[in-house]
């Protein structure tokens, strides 16, 4: 993350160095473990950071990254979490969705491809031993098109999806 509360993520598998590395992580799930402790970790599949190697793509033009994310020549009125417009220009007279702000662009996660990344890395996570996650903007994960920001019906279909596909291999992941 570039922030100092961490939620604009720029990397979905890594440890921020002010806590280590994954090897200290090890450490700490193996330590945890052996005490009888479970370890959750903060998840935030809502949104990256604006630093995030994908969003900087997007920028670029790349397509597929623009599809990660979304982006709109004329967006519809939605508020953002801070109750200012919810969406922020791009630079080249589009805009795009980050309802915590310009630095944190929303993840289009009915994007199959988003979709399976982030599964990918909350996957990465248990298979290192995690013992699950507290989903961070649980309620903000898929926007209706109705322009409903928070528990849509697809933000919950999103969530079973996620624990469906971390419970196939790991049972007991909360």
Do not use: C
């Amino acid at each position: 993350s570039t922030s100092y509360h961490g939620y604009d993520v720029t990397d979905l598998t890594a440890v921020d160095p002010a806590y280590g590395d994954l090897g200290s992580l090890r450490e700490l799930l193996a330590a945890a473990h052996a005490r009888g402790m479970r370890v959750i970790l903060d998840f935030v599949p809502n949104h990256t950071s604006s630093e995030h190697p994908w969003f900087r793509e997007a920028l670029a033009g790349d397509p597929a990254y623009r599809a990660f994310y979304h982006f709109e020549e004329d967006p519809p009125p939605i508020r953002g979490t801070r109750g200012g417009s919810a969406w922020h220009g791009a630079g080249d007279g589009s805009y795009y969705l980050g309802l915590f702000g310009p630095g944190m662009p929303d993840l289009n996660l009915a994007n199959p491809a988003v979709d399976a990344a982030v599964k990918g890395a909350a996957a990465f996570w248990l298979e290192l031993g995690v013992d699950g996650f507290r989903v961070d903007a649980i309620q903000h994960l898929v926007e209706g098109e109705d322009g409903q920001i928070s528990n849509t019906p697809a933000t919950y279909e999103w969530v079973r999806g996620l624990q469906e596909h971390g419970h196939e291999a790991y049972p007991h992941a909360f």
